[in-house]
């Protein structure tokens, strides 16, 4: 199978989906001749021209507001967000409109929408361009939270979020951009709101998504080594989370790791325990159930600083000796 | 605080209707049902109100009585099948553009045979499949949405264009500004139509508003703007049929200002402790929409004592039965509450 960048099969998603679809357009900052921030949009401009490649002002309100009101008339827009602070700008859109539309209208509408949300840190972009809001995106109903982890994951989908008849933001992670992964040619489908596990495990259950996913494997890997045996379960999908997948894991191994890079406190970790904790799974833990995350701090800019505030490999690792040692 | 100057309007005031009309091309019978429809709305808010103080209504209202001129000649001058993007005081754009009073009056009192099954209320009333998209309950809500709505026309090389209506306090919501600037750049259909009732809740325009009349800001953005009498129902005809031609032409976006006034408070807290008596008399006597329009119906004999009666007698049954609709509608099943939360 041929290999190709988290950045390509995304690029290449949107592209196959156009080509299919002439209801899809994307509509966003500097994705024209720029190729977009990240070079996600690059030579789309050339296949599509500007109507479908719609270039806009520095107005992230108008953006997802003009991707909301395209979609309720029969658009299937995706709107890319140079970074996902700036979502920020635009959660009264997102939040007020987009994700209650058909409800308040009882159901006589939809909002077949995607906002692409290039977030994360570790690119020395300091407090405003490195964070990783998905906690906040979650709570509100009417919305779907997608965050992939690998090039495969990241094109299957993106391609279910462009066809899902909801408005579906889409997390990127800003580090995974260059990672590489078998992707294979032609048109496949990952359906939202499926966890996968992503390494086999017995002893132990890693809950993670996006960049965490790939430093969760580097570990579990690791430790395979040891003998300790660590499950890795890509939630792939947070909202609508795939509770069964959790629970299952966790009735296998008895012992629960959330790891994820936003912050901490109000973060979706502590849904995932809730989970656990009121599912038939908790009458198996052997082990408190434990989290690592994001600290409690706007992200750094020194790069040792910006690498203290989100868990790394060697804490994951620590982390999950402790659990598996009966620590807690 | 008198924000508003008659001599600063770009519209004639009406004193003939004859003339006007035939300048229109309207049709005298038009013209009656445009006063038909403007006593509807009347009868529609006053009853919603009286809905309201009977304790048959569980939520909040925003009535436009007063306003009336501005919802039938917008109404009557655009096209079936231009999207509608309405803000939260919506009921007279929705009755004006035939919309059904029963499934109206059955979403105000929360009932599933109401627009939206009950789960929306006054301020989201919508009708998606005759391309209302509905009232909105954020200040400049419809702003938001309408440059998405035009770019879909646009793309989709269709005839119709985006009415987008909103109240003089959107006008300082930052997505006033980015909408306008987004629809100028894209030579958007859209008719951004400011309909200027002198109050965002209790704040007076003039001490809100560093610079009026609104059409000066459209100017910013080349968008041509016009600031007209809201209460000359003709007038507002005249205007909202050109600017609607206008956008429909590829020209890009126009807007309108309709100067009007509310007669009610903004919604059930309010106690009028911001404007005087007098002021809302003034407006009631001498500026009331339905007062005027019925003065200039009279004197071309186009209406008598006799038809006016007869109209209000109909219209007042209309609004009746619109309330044993639904009086005796359901109440949605509480077992559905999770229904359309996703498609």
Redesign the interface.
């Known amino acids: 199978m041929p290999e190709i960048t988290y950045r390509e099969a995304i690029h290449d998603a949107m592209v196959e989906e156009m080509r299919r679809d002439e209801n899809v ?1 994307l509509i966003g900052e500097d994705i024209g001749t720029y190729g977009g921030a990240f070079g996600v949009s690059a030579g789309m401009l050339a296949e599509f021209g500007p ?2 490649i ?1 270039e ?2 520095i ?1 992230e ?2 953006i997802v ?11 299937k ?1 995706i709107a890319e967000l140079m970074f996902m602070d700036f979502v920020l700008l635009a959660l ?2 997102l939040m ?2 987009a994700a209650k ?12 929408m995607v906002v692409r949300l290039p977030g994360g840190s570790g690119t020395g972009a300091a407090a405003q361009h490195s964070q990783s809001l998905e906690s906040i995106l979650m709570h509100i ?2 919305i ?1 939270v997608v965050a992939p982890s690998t090039a495969y994951d990241a094109k299957g989908l993106l391609l279910s979020a462009i066809r899902d ?2 408005p579906v933001c889409f997390v990127e992670h800003k580090l995974l951009y260059k990672v590489k992964g078998e992707v294979p040619e032609g048109e496949y489908t990952i359906p939202l709101g499926v966890a996968d596990i992503k390494h086999v495990g017995s002893d132990i259950t890693v809950v993670t998504s996006g960049i965490m996913v790939q430093k969760s494997l580097a570990v579990a890997k690791k430790l395979s080594q040891e003998g300790i045996s660590v499950e890795v379960l890509d939630l792939r999908t947070l909202r609508p989370m795939d509770t069964q997948a959790i629970i299952n894991s966790v009735k296998k191994t008895g012992r629960l790791l959330v790891v994820h890079e936003a912050v901490q406190t109000g973060g979706w970790a502590g849904e995932v325990m809730a989970v656990v904790s009121s599912s038939e799974a908790f009458d198996y833990l052997d082990a408190p159930m434990r989290r690592l995350t994001g600290k409690d701090v706007p992200i750094p800019y020194n790069r040792f600083l910006e690498a203290a505030a989100v868990p790394q490999e060697d804490d994951i690792e620590a982390e999950i000796r402790a659990i598996v040692s009966n620590k807690y | 605080m008198t924000t508003w100057k008659k001599e600063e309007f770009d519209n004639f005031e009406t004193t003939d209707v004859l003339v006007k009309s035939k300048e229109l091309g309207l049709k005298q019978e038009q013209l009656v049902d445009m006063y038909r429809t403007m006593v509807k709305i009347r009868l529609f808010e006053e009853m919603a109100d009286k809905q309201y103080a009977l304790g048959k209504v569980h939520g909040t209202m925003h009535l436009s009585a007063g306003q009336e001129a501005v919802a039938v000649g917008t109404g009557f001058a655009i096209t079936k099948g231009d ?1 509608l ?1 309405n803000h939260h005081r919506g009921h007279g754009h929705f009755i004006a553009s035939g919309a059904d009073v029963n499934k109206m009056m059955a979403e105000f009192l929360g009932k599933e045979t ?7 209320g006054s301020m ?1 009333i ?4 005759a ?1 209302n ?2 009232a ?3 200040v400049g ?1 419809g ?11 646009q ?2 090389k269709k005839e119709q264009i985006v009415l987008t209506i909103f109240g003089d306090g959107a006008a300082n919501e ?2 006033f500004h ?2 306008l ?2 629809a100028a ?1 894209w030579d958007l259909p859209i008719l951004y139509l400011c309909e200027n009732n002198q109050y965002g809740m209790s704040a007076n325009v003039a001490r809100v508003s560093a610079k009026t009349p609104f059409k000066d800001r459209a100017a910013a953005y080349g968008i041509p703007g016009y600031y007209i009498d809201g209460n000359d129902v003709l007038a507002v005809y005249e205007f909202i049929r050109n600017a609607a031609e206008n956008a429909r032409s590829g020209k890009g976006p126009v807007f309108v200002e309709a100067q009007t006034y509310r007669y009610f408070g903004h919604s059930k807290s309010d106690r009028n402790l911001y404007r005087t008596k007098e002021e809302i008399d003034y407006w009631k006597s001498v500026e009331d929409p339905i007062i005027r329009f019925e003065k200039l119906l009279l004197t071309a004999n186009l209406i008598n004592d006799q038809s006016i009666s007869k109209i209000k007698e109909e219209m007042s049954e209309v609004i009746d039965e619109s309330v044993t609709f639904a009086e005796n509608s359901p109440e949605p099943d509480v077992k559905d509450v999770m ?5």
Request: glycine residues 18%.
């Open positions: 357009f109507d479908r719609r806009t002002p107005s309100l108008a507001g003009a991707a909301a009101g395209a979609a309720m008339v029969g658009m827009p009264e859109p007020n409109q539309a058909r409800y308040m209208f009882g159901g006589k509408a939809t909002v077949p109903p009417g779907k008849p909801n | 999207y993007l109401g627009y939206c099954r009950g789960r929306g989201h919508a009708d998606v499949t391309n998209l509905g909105n309950g954020i809500g702003l938001q949405l309408a440059a998405g709505v035009g770019l879909a026309v793309m989709k930052g997505i980015e909408s600037n987004m750049i229904e359309w939360v996703y498609a």
